[in-house]
C-alpha cells in the first residue's frame, strides 16, 4: 500500500520559512520521481518543485531561488524549504507520486502566508 502524508504546514507572515514533509511507506522515495503540487484557491493544481532519483531537481519559475526540494532515503522523506514565503504562495500543497501504473497523492498540508 503506498501512502505519502504531508505535514509542517502553517500560518506565516510574508519573509518568513516553512519545510514541509512528506514521509513515504510502501515505497521507496529514492527510487522514484517525487513531486511537490499546490493548488490555490480558485486555481488549477501546479507543480512547484520535484526530485528525481539521481537527486537532481527542477523548479516552477514562480519558486526558483526561493523554495529547495530535498530527500532523506534514511528516512523516506521528501522536504520542500521555502524561504521568503509571498502570499501568493498560499496553497494546498501536495506530494505526488507515479507508480503501478497510476498516481498516488497525500492529503495534503495548508500553507498560508499572510500579513
Same mark, same amino acid.
Given at each position: 500500500q503506498?501512502q %505519502?502524508?504531508e505535514?509542517?504546514?502553517g500560518l506565516v &507572515? !510574508?519573509g518568513?520559512? %516553512?519545510? %514541509? /514533509?512528506? $514521509?513515504g /511507506?510502501?515505497? /521507496?522515495v529514492?527510487?522514484?520521481?517525487v513531486h511537490? *503540487?499546490?493548488?490555490a484557491?480558485?486555481?488549477?493544481r501546479?507543480? +512547484? $518543485?520535484?526530485? %528525481? !532519483?539521481?537527486g537532481s531537481?527542477s *523548479? $516552477?519559475? $514562480?519558486? &526558483?531561488?526561493?523554495f529547495?526540494?530535498?530527500r =532523506? =532515503?534514511a528516512?523516506?522523506t521528501?522536504?520542500l524549504?521555502?524561504?521568503?514565503l509571498? !502570499?501568493?504562495?498560499? +496553497?494546498? *500543497? *501536495?506530494?505526488?507520486?507515479?507508480?503501478l501504473?497510476? !498516481?498516488?497523492?497525500? &492529503?495534503?498540508? &495548508?500553507?498560508t502566508?499572510s500579513?
Amino acid at each position: 500500500q503506498v501512502q %505519502l502524508v504531508e505535514s509542517g504546514g502553517g500560518l506565516v &507572515q !510574508p519573509g518568513e520559512s %516553512l519545510r %514541509l /514533509s512528506c $514521509a513515504g /511507506s510502501g515505497i /521507496s522515495v529514492s527510487g522514484i520521481t517525487v513531486h511537490w *503540487y499546490r493548488q490555490a484557491p480558485g486555481k488549477e493544481r501546479e507543480m +512547484a $518543485a520535484r526530485v %528525481l !532519483p539521481p537527486g537532481s531537481t527542477s *523548479y $516552477a519559475d $514562480a519558486v &526558483q531561488g526561493r523554495f529547495t526540494v530535498s530527500r =532523506d =532515503d534514511a528516512k523516506n522523506t521528501v522536504y520542500l524549504q521555502m524561504n521568503n514565503l509571498k !502570499p501568493e504562495d498560499t +496553497a494546498v *500543497y *501536495y506530494c505526488h507520486v507515479f507508480t503501478l501504473g497510476r !498516481p498516488f497523492w497525500g &492529503q495534503g498540508t &495548508q500553507v498560508t502566508v499572510s500579513s
